[in-house]
């Protein structure tokens, strides 16, 4: 079964480094989402992607935050310089058609800041 | 403004035991409504889903019923296993202008936790 596959699933970084985390969404969808989750909190939108460019971000992603398609099928979601308050889990996810919220997610990466 | 509130847990059942999972959602339209599933260790999973006034949607044992008139999407089960033990998320999508219709806005979540 196609599924989102998501790499690392675990990363700890100091504060300032910049971080790049790599999601392989299902081949043939159109739609690519990031999510996070910080540890004991609600699952929040960060930003959506479609044709290549960013649909809609959330007030989470500032400029620090960047995503990318570079090579087709590799979806990227770069922090340019970490704090510790983007610790949390990383979402990636991905759908097919338009008007579904049927999204297909990732098992998530772990970011830590140290 | 758009908004989800769902029950807090954590909640503890024994097996065969019934389950409900309360969410209400406040919306400025009409959201297509979905569950979560989070088992651990693992990502996301959809559980099941609603997109229009008194539709059900039913997967694995377990329902919920889109209700327009008090804005809610209870989750329920008859009898719970131990299998079942995960975090559900209440997750409407709320409509919009633009591309992102996968954009969810998720409830807290619920941990669920089902003994023998």
């Known amino acids: 079964e196609p599924e989102v596959t998501q790499t690392p699933s675990h990363q700890v970084t100091q504060m300032g480094q910049e971080v790049i985390l790599r999601c392989v969404p299902i081949?043939?969808?159109?739609?690519f989402y990031w999510y996070r989750q910080i540890l004991g909190q609600k699952v929040e939108f960060l930003v959506s992607f479609y044709n290549n460019e960013i649909s809609e971000k959330s007030e989470i992603f500032d400029d620090q935050f960047s995503v990318e398609r570079p090579d087709g099928s590799n979806f990227t979601l770069k922090i340019r310089s970490t704090k510790l308050e983007d610790s949390a889990m990383y979402f990636c996810a991905s759908h097919e058609q338009r008007n579904t919220g049927e999204l297909f997610f990732g098992e998530g990466s772990r970011l830590t800041v140290l | 403004g758009n908004s989800v509130t769902q029950m807090e847990g954590p909640v503890t059942l024994s097996e065969e035991a019934f389950l409900t999972i309360n969410c209400t959602y406040t919306a400025t339209g009409y959201p297509s409504l979905f569950w979560y599933v989070q088992y651990p260790g693992e990502g996301l999973q959809l559980l099941l889903k609603?997109?229009?006034?008194?539709d059900k949607g039913s997967n694995k044992g377990f329902e919920a019923t889109y209700r327009k008139e008090t804005t809610s999407f209870h989750l329920e089960k008859g009898s719970v296993q131990v299998s079942d033990s995960a975090v559900y998320f209440c997750a409407p999508s709320f409509p919009a202008g633009g591309t992102s219709y996968g954009k969810l806005t998720f409830g807290q979540g619920t941990i669920l936790t089902v003994h023998p």
């Open positions: 081949s043939n969808h159109l739609y």
């Open positions: 609603a997109t229009k006034a008194d």
